[in-house]
């Protein structure tokens, strides 16, 4: 059974930054693409990045340029460097673990964490 656990999550002022992290245990890591997503209060779950096996990496447009994804396989985290926070940025991010082709869809992903809650004051 796999298990995602996501932590770093907390209020920062506009402009400011946070570390996002995701623990995965059980399953093998390495073999699969891991994502991030964010829900916002009353918006549907959307987006954020995703990571292959390879370390290739995209991300959605709204957080181009400020968000950096990277994982270690060796220690099975997965992090997001979120930089220049907005108010916009304000949501609950959840990591999860991709099996489908679409890394948008997120019925291509099988494994969620319980999420981490993110709150950027202006």
């Known amino acids: 059974q796999v298990q995602l656990v996501e932590s770093g999550g907390g209020l920062v002022q506009a402009g400011g930054s946070l570390r996002l992290s995701c623990a995965a245990s059980?399953?093998?890591?390495?073999?699969?693409?891991m994502g991030w997503f964010r829900q916002a209060p009353g918006k549907e779950r959307e987006f954020v990045s995703v990571?292959?096996?390879?370390?290739?990496?995209y991300y959605g447009d709204s957080v181009k340029g400020r968000f950096t994804i990277s994982r270690d396989n060796a220690k099975k985290m997965v992090y997001l460097q979120m930089n220049n926070l907005k108010p916009e940025d304000t949501a609950v991010y959840y990591c999860?673990?991709?099996?489908?082709?679409?890394?948008?869809?997120?019925?291509?992903?099988?494994?969620w964490g319980q999420g981490t809650r993110v709150t950027v004051s202006s």
């Open positions: 999860a673990r991709r099996i489908g082709s679409d890394y948008l869809k997120i019925n291509d992903y099988d494994y």
């Open positions: 059980g399953g093998t890591f390495s073999s699969y693409a």
């Open positions: 990571i292959s096996w390879r370390a290739v990496t």
